[in-house]
């Protein structure tokens, strides 16, 4: 079993209530191959809500203590980004999925690059606050743009 960030496969829970739908991954889950998380509302943020980004690091970072995750309205939403990620790790490990398709650039699904906390639309290195748990956790990631090259394996 795998497990893919929820907006990738249609479901409205993007910051603006919107989805980033890829047919491909959700035929995944149409076949029972997959299952769909979405850590910020597992932490309990509504849908729609304010755009957020780490402050001060990455999602590694946050888990150390040493960066945060502000939205744009300038409130602390960290607590919420944990509490969400840890509860997805726990569904993850519940399914037993090893492997995660997750969306890219967000400050909780992002890989390899994330917004870089000054919501200017500019990049920076570094994996975001789920990411970097899961990867913590010894979950295979991957983001939706090269999925196939990243899991290297894939016999559903
Ligand atoms: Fe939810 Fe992750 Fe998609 Fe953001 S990127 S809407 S946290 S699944």
Redesign the pocket.
């Known amino acids: 079993m795998i497990a893919i960030?929820?907006?990738?496969i249609g479901d409205n829970?993007?910051y603006d209530g919107s989805h980033k739908l890829n047919d491909e991954l959700r035929h995944l889950i149409q076949e029972n191959k997959a299952i769909a998380?979405?850590?910020?509302?597992l932490g309990g943020l509504t849908t729609p809500r304010p755009p957020a980004e780490i402050v001060g690091g990455d999602g590694f970072d946050v888990w150390e203590g040493r960066a945060k995750v502000v939205a744009t309205t300038g409130e602390d939403v960290t607590d919420a980004f944990k509490q969400g990620a840890l509860k997805a790790l726990e569904i993850l490990q519940a399914h037993q999925c090893t492997a995660v398709i997750?969306?890219s650039k967000?400050p909780?699904?992002g890989m390899f690059k994330i917004y870089d906390g000054t919501f200017s639309g500019e990049l920076k290195s570094g994996d975001g606050v789920?990411s970097a748990l899961f990867m913590k956790h010894g979950i295979k990631v991957a983001d939706e743009s090269n999925w196939k090259a990243q899991l290297g394996f894939l016999s559903f």
């Open positions: 960030s929820a907006c990738l829970v993007r998380i979405c850590p910020e509302v997750l969306k967000s909780s699904c789920s």
